[in-house]
């Protein structure tokens, strides 16, 4: 028995291929609205931060209003590259997973796999810390 070979041996028939695909498809578009959406938020912070300088002066007491507009700015800019990381992945992952099933390479479709492993490793690592910063929050 040849020690590479599967134990469910298990393969892609059209039926399969034909969700694969479409779902790759949506994966394609979210993965591009995300990166427009956080193209967008970051181009709207540079563009008001005049604006967000003042809400700071008006309802946040104390205070630099120019180090609490920077340290918005950065904490921003890290989310948005978080969120572009992630939909990297996923976008990488539609495009491989297509590519396999239009060329029936299984490993072009494995490495397509791959990526949307990460990508959901990577959100669900995310959602964890979320769900404990929402825990700490709601302690206090």
Do not use: H
């Amino acid at each position: 028995m040849e020690e590479n070979q599967s134990i469910l041996d298990l393969q892609v028939d059209n039926s399969a291929a034909a969700n694969l695909s479409e779902a790759s498809r949506w994966a394609k578009f979210l993965s591009i609205v995300g990166f427009v959406c956080m193209g967008l938020l970051v181009l709207l912070l540079l563009a008001e931060e005049a604006k967000i300088g003042q809400y700071f002066v008006n309802y946040v007491p104390g205070g630099n209003v120019s180090n609490n507009v920077v340290a918005l700015m950065v904490v921003v800019i890290i989310v948005a590259a978080i969120v572009c990381v992630l939909m990297f992945f996923l976008f990488k992952a539609a495009t491989l997973i297509q590519r396999g099933i239009a060329t029936k390479n299984q490993e072009i479709f494995n490495n397509g796999l791959a990526s949307l492993k990460a990508y959901f490793t990577m959100y669900g690592i995310l959602a964890i810390l979320g769900a404990l910063g929402s825990l700490i929050n709601f302690n206090r």
